[in-house]
């Protein structure tokens, strides 16, 4: 009886501890909004002021106003393409931001040409310390680069097909994309300017390209003029849009997996009934010593 | 034993558990890594890069494409190279730079020297072809010294992969190319000298051409007189063709007379500029290039007269999206009161919006209609007054704002909002005239959306259910958006924060503090200090003596059991204390005196005894006698003797 006591003592402590360690253990998945280290994007989240959605089907039905940001690095659903498909139709912008994810998908879905390539854009000359980081300087007037000169990229890649997307920004001519991956030029690859951010007018709606989402992390939102291009960008219509972070594609980790456990736990707890059922058992085992003590009592009266 | 064995076990599992659940990371499906932190990113100077790049220049400059080479090297400045080798690329780019310039110029002064040439200009070719000389020496000195710090740069890089000899193969090949160029041009140079000295050879004769006009000032779209003549040592020469020059620019061809003379009648273009210049040019052809030099005359300069027009232009009014505004203004014109009727154009941001005729007066007064969709901000009106013969046209630019008529919102909003009840949220929009109905109504609101349109006196009401949510108390921000229909009019947005409060959780709060509260109560009512009947106890205790009237007897009882009490807890303390004990406040009498005598037995008898007067006393009917507080005084020092206090 003792031993079994100390076990679920023990058990239910454990549980506790590692709880709250899980729970307040710091985010550190790429993108994350609530990841405020170099790899998060709590800093764009903050100044975008950015409603963060867990599943498109969080996507309001009045898409006019509203820009949806998302980073494809996990397939997408059908449905999940036809949300995408219609939110565009009723007049949403779409920033669909990626490099070497599953952004194909949806341009295949929308049966447009262009495609993110989804091999690595090198710039060996107009960089930042490498040639990982190139600078893009090549612009068309579209307002979003108002009183921009650079974008710093990060690990990107290039746009291809582009004969149905307006091209709103190339790389320098002396880019290359990496084909055999080697990390240096070779005769057969694509050199710059080569297309990077690009615009096509669907429906009611628009679809940006760009082919590079790490420009919103929070090591990359300072460099150069990106913050300044993101705000041109949410403020393409001439005011802020209403900016939707679609998190639902991004890579998870386990410790993602274990704070939605507890997260759908406590929401869970907290509903009505169950908030009723779990008192009740505090109250229960409150009362419970309650109980003894007057038994105890009764007897000794007996006595 | 057992128990801290457990403990251990699951300890390092939930240790290992919390280690795999933190670090684990699930197979990447990407095929490169999505990014690297560019604090901690390595500095690496690509060789292939900087070595492409003065390919680029050369290849460029090699075939005399000079404006893009300049292009290519006015980017040099963005490029990351590394601090040991930021010294050669400097002095490479401001040799290359050098070079491009020179090669430039020389190419177009070996072009200039030519024509000059072709036109018998002797004395004109000369100093080109001697600045040509120059710029050739600099050339061949720059071009020495950048494959000087070519060969440097080669060094420094450390060339080793293919793709960086094949670069490097290229660049040596482009600096053999730029040296044919310039090699090109020093030949072109050498023709050009080897003309001269052929032309000087011939022994040719000078020709001299005069060029005079009838006027010094003249109104434009006048005619004028030009007239000269051309002559050489020998006299007059008749029937040559010389061509009239106006700013340098060929205008017209007139052949002299017999005596030499030539005269020709100009009409004086429309440009309103204060003077114009003429020059005649004599260029020998056929027989005459074995005979003459070519000869240019010195420069006539015409002062043009017209009448300078200006406007002056106001806007009346404010200026909004979509609605018109008054763009009033008085063409005048210099020594005339009248300027008559004059075409003008009214451009905003350089489009043209309106074309019209002023009034005979110069006024006029334009009603402009603004685009819809123009932006909110500064914008640039021009007006441009058309010239008209001699009288020359007039423009001015002024700038003025574009705004949005302000709407008034007056917002009814609870601050405190119940789930899962409904909230209503009232407001009244109106502008300067008065109530404001033309507009969609929008709320976000839990990340939902409602519309909703005000009524004609701009009152809007909309009620929201209040969902449930998982805590019981949390703020909310609702963001209210009038978007009126009238494109001048602007835009509102209010932001709102609401506290909500779920009812049903706060209601399952209160029932567990009321629990709480409950199982608080039996505390108190088991505390010893503090015996909850010892109030009752005098009513139903047998007065001993009829004699003593009741309120006093009570006095006493209420004192004799007090005293018994404080022996006791007197005692219990001292035992407590001494073998380090606590007890439970729902600890019975006999617990106490179970758990406090298992470990000193000494103590046991006289605590025993002393628990057993308490008992009595305080549940019994009898009250404490002096003698039994006399006897718990004693067992009191015997507990205290046992204790060693």
């Given at each position: 009886m003792k031993l079994l006591k100390v076990l679920a003592i023990t058990l239910l402590a454990s549980l506790i501890l590692s709880a709250s360690i899980i729970w307040f253990y710091p985010q550190t998945g790429d993108f994350k909004p609530d990841n405020s280290f170099w790899n998060g994007s709590s800093k764009f989240v903050k100044t975008s002021n950015a409603t963060i959605i867990n599943s498109l089907k969080d996507i309001p039905s009045n898409a006019k106003s509203v820009m949806l940001l998302t980073i494809p690095y996990t397939h997408y659903d059908t449905w999940e393409l036809e949300t995408l498909k219609s939110f565009l139709t009723e007049g949403g912008i779409l920033v669909l931001m990626d490099d070497y994810g599953y952004g194909n998908e949806l341009l295949e879905y929308l049966n447009l040409s262009v495609r993110f390539s989804g091999k690595p854009l090198l710039d060996p000359l107009f960089n930042y310390k490498n040639k990982w980081f190139p600078k893009i300087s090549i612009f068309s007037?579209?307002?979003?680069?108002?009183?921009?000169t650079t974008v710093l990229f990060n690990h990107a890649t290039a746009l291809v097909n582009t004969s149905d997307v307006e091209v709103l920004a190339w790389s320098s001519s002396f880019s290359f994309l990496d084909l055999n991956d080697d990390g240096k030029y070779t005769s057969n690859e694509p050199m710059g300017p080569l297309p990077v951010i690009a615009k096509k007018d669907f429906g009611n709606g628009s679809l940006i390209l760009i082919s590079d989402p790490s420009i919103i992390i929070n090591s990359m939102i300072d460099m150069e003029d990106n913050q300044k291009f993101l705000t041109n960008l949410i403020n393409v219509h001439g005011k802020p849009l209403h900016v939707l972070f679609d998190i639902s594609h991004l890579p998870r980790t386990a410790i993602d997996d274990a704070k939605d456990a507890l997260r759908y736990l406590r929401d869970i707890a907290l509903t009505p009934p169950i908030s009723f059922i779990l008192v009740l058992i505090t109250v229960i085992i409150l009362l419970k010593p309650l109980q003894k003590g007057g038994k105890r009592y009764g007897s000794e009266r007996g006595k | 034993m057992k128990g801290l064995l457990i403990l251990t076990v699951i300890g390092l599992l939930i240790v290992s558990s919390l280690h795999f659940v933190i670090t684990a990371q699930y197979p990447n499906n990407l095929t490169y890594i999505p990014h690297e932190d560019p604090n901690t990113a390595q500095e690496r100077t690509d060789t292939t890069g900087i070595l492409m790049l003065f390919v680029n220049i050369s290849e460029f400059a090699a075939s005399e494409n000079y404006d893009d080479a300049k292009t290519l090297l006015a980017q040099l400045n963005k490029i990351t190279v590394s601090e040991d080798l930021k010294y050669t690329i400097w002095r490479l780019t401001n040799l290359s730079a050098g070079l491009i310039d020179i090669l430039q110029e020389l190419k177009t002064t070996l072009h200039q020297a030519e024509i000059l040439l072709d036109q018998m200009l002797l004395n004109d070719s000369i100093p080109l072809i001697e600045k040509a000389e120059n710029l050739t020496r600099s050339a061949t000195i720059l071009l020495r010294e950048i494959k000087d710090a070519v060969e440097t740069l080669y060094l420094r890089l450390n060339l080793q992969s293919a793709m960086e000899i094949h670069l490097k193969d290229k660049l040596d090949k482009l600096l053999v190319k730029l040296e044919d160029l310039l090699n090109k041009y020093k030949s072109l140079l050498n023709d050009l000298k080897e003309r001269v000295h052929e032309i000087n050879e011939r022994n040719l004769n000078e020709t001299i051409l005069l060029l005079y006009c009838n006027t010094t000032k003249a109104f434009v779209g006048s005619f004028v007189k030009l007239y000269g003549t051309l002559s050489w040592s020998g006299g007059a020469l008749p029937g040559r063709r010389i061509t009239i020059l106006l700013n340098e620019v060929p205008l017209q061809n007139v052949t002299t007379d017999s005596n030499g003379n030539y005269e020709v009648i100009v009409k004086l273009p429309y440009i309103y500029t204060n003077s114009i210049s003429f020059r005649a040019l004599f260029v020998p052809s056929d027989d005459d290039k074995l005979h003459f030099l070519g000869s240019k005359s010195p420069q006539v300069t015409v002062q043009l007269l017209f009448f300078k027009t200006f406007v002056n232009v106001t806007i009346m009014g404010d200026a909004h999206p979509g609605l018109p505004i008054n763009v009033t203004g008085i063409i005048r014109v210099k020594n005339q009161t009248t300027p008559g009727k004059k075409l003008f154009q009214i451009f905003i941001d350089n489009k043209l919006l309106v074309e019209d005729l002023s009034n005979p007066d110069g006024t006029f007064n334009v009603s402009v209609t603004l685009n819809p969709n123009i932006s909110v901000g500064l914008h640039k009106l021009t007006v441009h007054v058309k010239p008209n013969k001699t009288h020359s046209g007039a423009s001015v630019n002024i700038t003025f704002a574009v705004t949005k008529l302000p709407l008034h919102v007056h917002l009814d909003a609870p601050y405190l909002v119940f789930a899962p009840l409904t909230m209503t949220i009232k407001g009244n929009i109106s502008w300067e005239q008065g109530p404001f109905s033309n507009a969609t109504i929008i709320i976000m609101c839990e990340d939902r959306i409602f519309t909703t349109k005000p009524d004609d006196h701009g009152s809007f009401k909309i009620n929201i259910n209040v969902e449930f949510f998982p805590s019981i108390i949390m703020d909310e921000k609702i963001e209210i958006f009038i978007k009126p229909v009238e494109p001048w009019f602007s835009e509102e947005k209010i932001t709102i924060r609401i506290v909500k409060i779920n009812i049903v959780n706060m209601g399952l709060l209160f029932m567990f503090a009321a629990t709480f509260g409950f199982l608080a109560l039996p505390k108190k009512r088991f505390t010893i200090k503090k015996p909850a009947r010892k109030e009752e106890l005098p009513v139903k205790v047998e007065p001993?003596?009829?004699?003593?009237?009741s309120e006093m007897k009570i006095k006493v009882l209420e004192k004799n059991v007090r005293m018994v009490v404080k022996i006791y807890e007197e005692a219990l303390k001292t035992l407590l204390r001494k073998l380090n004990l606590r007890i439970e406040p729902y600890m019975t009498l006999r617990e106490i005196l179970k758990l406090v005598s298992s470990d000193l037995k000494e103590t046991y008898k006289p605590f025993s005894k002393l628990t057993f007067i308490v008992e009595k006393s305080i549940y019994s009917m009898h009250p404490p006698s002096e003698k039994e507080i006399e006897e718990a005084r004693h067992l009191l020092e015997d507990i205290k003797r046992g204790t060693g206090e």
């Open positions: 007037n579209h307002t979003i680069f108002q009183n921009v | 001993p003596h009829k004699t003593i009237p």
